[in-house]
């Protein structure tokens, strides 16, 4: 058997041994929306270092725990925390979470992330629907034999983010009056911020949005034929679009500052997502 479809089935296996629990939508947490705990109605919860050979993020503010419960009547599982491809793991390790999530049962794929806002219709606070992807520079998790069990080897990527769910949380939006940015989001491998003469690249590719996850989770839920959709908090402005340095805390407030409003936008979608499922 492939070793990366092995390590898979093994933390599945750990995962069952310790829950039944039968997801329909994974949710994963980026910065800020970490205590969204607090929102679900939670049943279990196991933490990323009792799944043997799980990997476990490195970064302050993303310690990491599979809890799985409830979200309006919504069977889901959310990822706090994830790992990054900066932290040293493989690509395989990085995208192993989304693919043990979708084994549990997730037929839908929630992302969530701090970005730094490119296109300069944007402000520090926003959030950006997700409705398309670039990948700069970020390995393609796919690359390597191709696992049969998973997908295909050619995988289609016209619609990675389904137009169902995106319309669900526009009208999630509307409904509580938040107001939603669209755009792409492009993901470096981080972890040093952008350049200023990056940034200017990157709005040429058409991105709206730049961080250092999320993208190469999205190709290989993709590959599994989970339904996606993600939203971005642009917590800054991308680097050269003002006066100020960037840095990580800087980054944390603003998640922080956003998580009421970010959390109520996730959880009214999924509550929309009932008749999608
Ligand atoms: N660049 C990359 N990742 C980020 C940023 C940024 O400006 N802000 C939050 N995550």
């Known amino acids: 058997m492939n070793d990366i479809y092995k390590k898979l089935q093994d933390c599945y296996a750990c995962v069952r041994a310790k829950t039944d629990f039968e997801p329909k939508v994974a949710i994963v947490l980026g910065s800020g929306l970490g205590d969204y705990a607090k929102d679900i109605e939670v049943v279990s919860e196991i933490s990323y270092s009792e799944i043997e050979g799980f990997p476990v993020s490195t970064v302050p503010g993303h310690a990491g725990k599979f809890i799985f419960g409830y979200v309006k009547g919504v069977p889901v599982v959310c990822m706090k925390g994830r790992v990054h491809f900066y932290e040293g793991y493989p690509i395989s390790d990085v995208v192993l979470p989304i693919r043990l999530m979708k084994l549990l049962g997730a037929k839908v794929l929630f992302l969530t992330n701090a970005s730094g806002g490119i296109n300069p219709a944007f402000s520090a606070g926003d959030f950006m629907l997700i409705k398309d992807q670039i990948a700069c520079f970020a390995p393609n998790p796919l690359i390597g034999p191709n696992i049969d069990e998973l997908g295909v080897r050619f995988p289609d990527m016209t619609h990675v983010y389904d137009l169902d769910l995106q319309q669900a949380i526009k009208d999630a939006a509307a409904e509580n009056e938040i107001k939603l940015q669209e755009g792409v989001y492009i993901q470096l491998t981080g972890p040093s911020f952008e350049s200023p003469a990056e940034i200017k690249m990157l709005r040429t590719l058409g991105g709206d949005a730049v961080g250092m996850s999320t993208v190469v989770e999205a190709i290989a839920a993709n590959h599994m034929g989970m339904k996606i959709c993600g939203i971005s908090c642009v917590c800054n402005l991308a680097a050269g679009m003002t006066d100020n340095p960037l840095?990580?805390?800087?980054?944390?407030?603003?998640?922080?500052?956003?998580?009421?409003?970010?959390?109520?936008?996730?959880?009214?979608?999924?509550?929309?997502?009932?008749?999608l499922l």
């Open 247 to 275: 840095t990580h805390d800087e980054v944390q407030e603003a998640a922080n500052k956003a998580a009421p409003l970010f959390k109520k936008l996730v959880t009214e979608s999924v509550a929309k997502f009932e008749n």
